[in-house]
């Protein structure tokens, strides 16, 4: 009864080492909830980039769809004997086909800016105040391959 009518002797009881344990479970704390917020932060800018790319390969999915049907038909008349009518048919699914190689490489151009736009994020925005001197590299949220160049960029920049 006494210590609940003295809180501020509740700390006095503890000994040096339960006091540096309660001090860095404190510590814990606040990093593990400081580097969630970053991650959910992170996560909700990547969810915006994976959308508009997503987009892209949706476009690429319909245009190769209609040149396989394209493609399909023209077979079928070119077996039928309606050649001209089944290479019409062949130079739209070539065109169809075109277009998909355009939102592909589109939405591997728009990947790569991502990517960009996302370690530029993760170096400033989650180290702040830490001097971006070649002694680290922060690659959360980027792609394998992109990470891969971003390291050997450093390595190389670090060898001169």
Sequence with gaps: QFLAAHPELKDASLTKREREYLRKAEEYKKHKDDSEVKAKLRDQFFQKHEAAEEALYLKRDAENA????????????????????????????????????????????????????????????????????????DLHGLSADFAVHKTMEALCVAAE
């Design 66 to 137: 209609a040149a396989k049907r394209l493609r399909n038909e023209a077979d079928s008349l070119w077996q039928s004997g309606q050649r001209d009518k089944a290479k019409e048919l062949q130079a739209r699914a070539k065109q169809h086909q075109e277009q998909a190689r355009m939102w592909k490489q589109q939405a591997v151009d728009l990947d790569w800016r991502n990517n960009e736009e996302m370690f530029e994020y993760v170096q400033t925005r989650e180290h702040e105040g830490q001097v971006r001197d070649g002694t680290w590299i």
